[in-house]
């Protein structure tokens, strides 16, 4: 049996639009939170991590991708074949 396929994502540092997010949908696992966003008309996903003194460091994806394809991404990461 092979091993499942994991794609490695290329996250970006988070920058806020000045702009409220809307969460459409999030998930956490262990110490990462992800959240599939939109703010100001764009989709993205953010994921948090908080080191051991839980400082966050909030990093994105997606923003400027059509919606369909920050899905597909999303659903990636909610089935454990990205991260």
């Known amino acids: 049996m092979t091993a499942p396929c994991r794609s490695r994502l290329e996250w970006a540092p988070y920058n806020s639009h000045g702009t409220r997010s809307r969460i ?12 599939q966003c939109i703010e100001g008309g764009a989709y993205l996903i ?4 908080r080191n051991t003194a839980g400082k966050p460091t909030i ?9 369909t394809e920050v899905l597909d991404l999303w659903k990636m ?3 454990g074949d990205a991260g």
Request: charge should be positive.
């Open 77 to 79: 990461i909610v089935s």
């Open 24 to 35: 459409k949908e999030f998930i956490t696992r262990e110490s990462v939170e992800y959240e």
């Open 46 to 49: 953010r994921r948090t991590k």
């Open 59 to 67: 990093m994105e994806i997606g923003r400027g991708l059509k919606r």
